[in-house]
């Protein structure tokens, strides 16, 4: 797993916008082209608490997501130096296009993110570039721990908008409240104030084979959710600079990066299931023109 020094924005969301891609009215600049979108500086937002995708290590990031970031930026020629925090997955929409130009932050292509609604903007994604399926992380030493457990009577943790937190549960499960990441959901069930956690599959691997900073934690199939779809989200209407971003995830999905990527954050998950692992989580290149929307 590699680190890339950047020069860090720790930014909570909503603060005054003090970046040079903000204009007057708070909007990343349009151009017919998308050139001024990939002007420097562009700032991406990522995750910096997710072991595999997203972790900030004094400064230095590393992760899926950000070898993607870095693909990006070589291909598009910018310069991939300045990284924003997403402290959570409730405002990742609002921050587009002010606090960091594109997110690239385990972002679930969906049609309700597609069209915007309750109070979020609609997102222009591009992708996929990574799926996996739901899954849910518990105790090792808990009667949670085998392949689709009953979560009736359940503390269940989920992250307030994820697409997991939509999932239709059982009715007497106990909602965990008060979390605004996965790393709290993670406490909780370390701390036995929860007993799973529902998400996906992968961004759950990255907690559980992360032994020595999570000991004791598993991943288990479930009977809930489906197969997830992560997309690089642009604001909506940037129609030149969506295009040019397909043609590079396209690029991307063709090359041996993606393969060496995922071996290089998710070792023990390819070693696992070292038959499956790229069918089950490698989307196809002809997926990317039919879940993508540059409108």
């Not at 899954?135 to 997991?164: E, F, H, I, M, Q």
């Amino acid at each position: 797993m590699k680190a890339t020094s950047l020069k860090v924005l720790a930014i909570i969301l909503g603060a005054t916008c003090a970046l040079t891609s903000c204009g007057d009215s708070g909007t990343a600049p349009k151009s017919a082209s998308g050139d001024g979108f990939f002007q420097d500086p562009v700032p991406i937002g990522v995750k910096y608490d997710q072991p595999g995708f997203g972790m900030d290590y004094n400064g230095k990031f590393s992760g899926f997501d950000i070898d993607l970031a870095e693909f990006i930026a070589r291909e598009l020629k910018f310069a991939p130096d300045t990284f924003i925090q997403i402290p959570n997955d409730s405002n990742r929409a609002s921050g587009l296009g002010k606090n960091y130009r594109m997110a690239i932050a385990t972002y679930t292509i969906s049609h309700v993110r597609k069209v915007g609604g309750d109070g979020e903007p609609p997102v222009d994604f591009v992708g996929p570039y990574l799926q996996t399926p739901a899954a849910l992380l518990v105790r090792k030493n808990s009667r949670y721990a085998k392949k689709n457990p009953d979560l009736s009577g359940a503390k269940v943790c989920t992250l307030p908008g994820s697409t997991p937190a939509d999932i239709k549960l059982p009715k007497d499960i106990i909602p965990v409240q008060g979390v605004v990441n996965y790393s709290d959901c993670v406490k909780d069930i370390q701390n036995e104030d929860a007993d799973v956690m529902l998400t996906d599959a992968l961004i759950e691997y990255g907690y559980a084979d992360d032994s020595a900073d999570y000991p004791g934690l598993a991943v288990e199939p479930t009977q809930y959710g489906q197969t997830y779809s992560y997309g690089v989200a642009v604001p909506h209407g940037e129609v030149a600079a969506c295009q040019k971003l397909i043609s590079v995830m396209e690029n991307f999905l063709d090359s041996p990066n993606w393969d060496t990527y995922f071996t290089g954050e998710f070792e023990k998950v390819v070693r696992r299931e070292p038959t499956k692992w790229k069918q089950k989580y490698k989307p196809l290149r002809s997926e990317v023109s039919g879940q993508s929307n540059c409108q």
